[in-house]
Structures are given as C-alpha cells and as structure tokens.
C-alpha cells in the first residue's frame, strides 16, 4: 500500500491529492476524501485565528501507525494525510484523509477511522484567538466516543 | 542530560522551567515531575492531572518508566487535532 503523511504549514490542493490517489493503481476503484476546515465558532464565540502545535517527529510515526492499523483492518490502494500547523483563519483547510481502495467500504470505513485516531491521538494542540484573548482548546467526549466504536467491533 | 519539553498547554505553566536537567541513577517522569512541585507549583498541579501522557524519545510510556541518559521526556496534554 502506498502511504503519504505530511505535515506542513502551507495549504493542500485536494483535487492535486485526489489524483494523485485516483492514479496509484488502476485496480483503484474508489477514493474518498474528507477534508477538515477551522470553524469560525469556539464554544459559540467567534474565533478570529486558530494556531496548531504539534510534536514533530512524534506526530508522523502516531499518523503512520494510524495509517498502518487501517492497512491491516481493510483492503486499501493508497492513504495520504496531511495535517497543517502554524497559524489558520477561520474557513482555512486544516486536515486532509485520501484513501484509495477497490470497493467503497473500505475506503469510507478507512477514512472514518483514520480521523477517529487522528483526533485522539495524533499530538496536535490547537489553541484559538478570541479578541485578542488566547487559549488552548480542549478536547472533547464525543472525540473519545468516536474512536471506541472502532474498539468494539474487534 | 535528559530533555524536557512541555505541550499544548502545559508550556503555558513551564516557563522558567529549564528545557534539561542532569541524568540519575534511577529516574522516573514521576521523580521528575515531582521534582518541579516546589519550585513549580501551578506546572505540577497541571502534570498531575489524570489525563496527562507522557513520551519517553517520542513513545508513550507509564510514568514509571526508567529515564536514561540523553532521553528527550515529553508531556502531553489531551490532543485535539483535527
């Protein structure tokens, strides 16, 4: 399977990573994409920049393990995951989940979960500015949830 | 020398905290973290928290892992990329 994991401040093009899945293979049957973009809200107050931190180094060998652990379950082409860091603004594109396969559940389950790790264990931390007011965000229950729909059906 | 690093908004509370300390004969992230509740209080109230992980040169371990010489210890606090 081919894997790509990016870390990287500038922005994606997601019909340049759709392609680049769509021509892995021509076995590639179906590619899903979910793209992930800063909301303009924090806790219902508007948010005028958000900054992400990460661990380098640490973040792309928890990402590749992610990446790994959806090998194993499904019958995947290619997966690509590309998360930016640094500065954003409301409506910017933050994350990005490419998965290639021949049929579709794969790649829509894949994807899921990908993003299910990603928000729980990946080391991200964003933290928002409100009115000139910074602080970090915390994380959330339903994020938790998510991801152990993925433990039960073991 | 084993290298400390503070995320998310655990570094919020680290500063004055120095980025190393000297290696020991029998060191754990808890002897380390409770080594900064003198001089840091808010820090270790913050590190103490059940939800804080830590990482040992960039994998996740228990808190009573062995810290040997040039580690890089890092603690984290709950992700929230995405």
């Not at chain 1, 910074?134 to 229950?141: A, G, L, N, P, Y």
């Not at chain 2, 995320?7 to 680290?14: E, H, K, T, V």
């Not at chain 2, 928290?49 to 990482?55: A, E, H, K, T």
């Not at chain 2, 960039?58 to 810290?67: F, L, R, T």
């Amino acid at each position: 399977m081919n894997s790509t994991i990016r870390i990287q401040a500038y922005d994606f093009d997601l019909a340049a990573e759709y392609e680049l899945l769509r021509q892995f293979d021509s076995a590639v049957g179906t590619v899903v994409t979910f793209t992930g973009l800063v909301r303009d809200l924090e806790k219902n107050a508007s948010i005028n920049s958000l900054t992400l931190q990460h661990y380098p180094g640490m973040t792309e060998s928890l990402l590749q393990e992610i990446v790994d652990q959806a090998q194993q379950r499904w019958d995947l082409i290619g997966v690509t995951v590309i998360h930016r860091v640094g500065e954003l603004l409301p409506s910017d594109q933050i994350v990005f989940v490419g998965v290639a396969s021949q049929h579709r559940a794969d790649a829509f389950e894949a994807a899921q979960f990908v993003m299910d790790y990603l928000k729980t264990k990946a080391t991200f931390w964003k933290k928002v500015d409100q009115n000139g007011q910074q602080h970090w965000v915390e994380s959330k229950d339903s994020d938790r949830t998510a991801k152990e729909r993925w433990l039960r059906d073991d | 020398m084993i290298k400390l690093l503070f995320f998310g908004r655990l570094g919020d509370f680290a500063g004055g905290v120095s980025a190393s300390i000297e290696a020991a004969e029998g060191l754990t992230p808890t002897i380390v973290r409770d080594g900064l509740a003198a001089d840091h209080p808010a820090l270790f109230a913050e590190l103490s928290q059940s939800q804080v992980l830590i990482s040992l040169n960039q994998m996740i371990v228990g808190w009573d892992q062995p810290i040997f010489d040039g580690a890089e210890l890092a603690f984290l606090p709950p992700v929230t990329g995405g």
